[in-house]
């Protein structure tokens, strides 16, 4: 059998600015698991990845919080050419192809033994237990629809991660009791759970009913410039032909990974 390795090099990367001789990411500086100036995050490692499938191109970095004005400031402004993970079908950038799908998750403590894999498990109200969420963030749809109002406590949505990371506070508050059960976004959840002195268990919550704004489950791309195809197709090449090493580097940082029909993916 005649296996081919498929490597780019730096002269067969010719995208709308000419050729790319250095890999431009944008990103934000404290925000792990998904980067840092550390370069310990996700995104750091993927970035090293596509580099030296580039043709070991070096990797610069421009630095800004995850926050308004982010694609503005940087891949708008055109001081880096890649911004490694993105919603999909948003109107800011052209996305490329998803690399992954994640959930929000059901965090809860495997000590406590607490089998839920649904937030209308009629248990929740009869135990009376402690949930905690980010306040305004989709999870809170299915609260209300569910009437668990009283048994929740709101964490501050973070506007700036540089300052404020509710979700490593209320990571903290299940692990000390404070919390029966934690809501959370699959990737902030998984690594949290990872970090955790306790064991944590995790159950995606993709069999919610669909409820208004109260959308559970996303898939990610990557965000380039409109308008670059050659540089949109390098990048869809990248993510098609090294995806299991993508899943490789998610999973070193606990994302729960799920399929396109929303199941948890196999390792």
Not at 28 to 38: E, G, I
Not at 121 to 128: C, F, G, H, L, T
Not at 178 to 205: F, N, Q
């Amino acid at each position: 059998m005649l296996v081919l390795k498929i490597c780019y090099s730096a002269e067969q990367i010719t995208g709308e600015f000419g050729v790319k001789s250095t890999l431009r990411i944008c990103a934000d500086p404290n925000n792990l698991p998904y980067s840092n100036q550390k370069k310990e995050g996700y995104e750091n490692k993927i970035a090293e990845l596509f580099a030296k499938k580039l043709g070991d191109i070096p990797v610069f970095y421009t630095w800004y919080p995850m926050t308004s004005g982010f694609v503005r400031r940087t891949l708008n402004a055109k001081t880096c050419d890649l911004i490694i993970t993105f919603p999909a079908i948003h109107e800011f950038v052209q996305n490329s192809n998803p690399f992954y799908n994640s959930s929000y998750v059901l965090m809860t403590l495997e000590e406590n033994n607490i089998n839920i894999k649904k937030l209308s498990d009629p248990i929740i109200k009869e135990k009376n237990y402690k949930i905690g969420i980010i306040h305004a963030t989709p999870p809170s749809s299915h609260v209300a629809k569910n009437s668990l109002f009283d048994q929740v406590e709101f964490y501050l949505q973070a506007a700036d991660p540089r300052k404020q990371k509710p979700w490593k506070e209320m990571t903290n508050d299940l692990v000390s009791g404070k919390l029966d059960i934690a809501i959370l976004w699959g990737p902030l959840a998984g690594y949290e759970a990872k970090l955790s002195e306790k064991p944590i268990k995790m159950v995606p919550l993709t069999n919610e009913e669909k409820v208004g704004r109260g959308k559970l489950v996303y898939r990610f791309t990557m965000g380039i410039r409109r308008n670059e195809p050659e540089w949109e197709k390098t990048i869809n090449n990248l993510i098609k032909e090294n995806q299991e090493d993508i899943n490789k580097i998610l999973r070193e940082y606990n994302i729960p990974l799920l399929d396109n029909l929303g199941n948890p993916l196999d390792n």
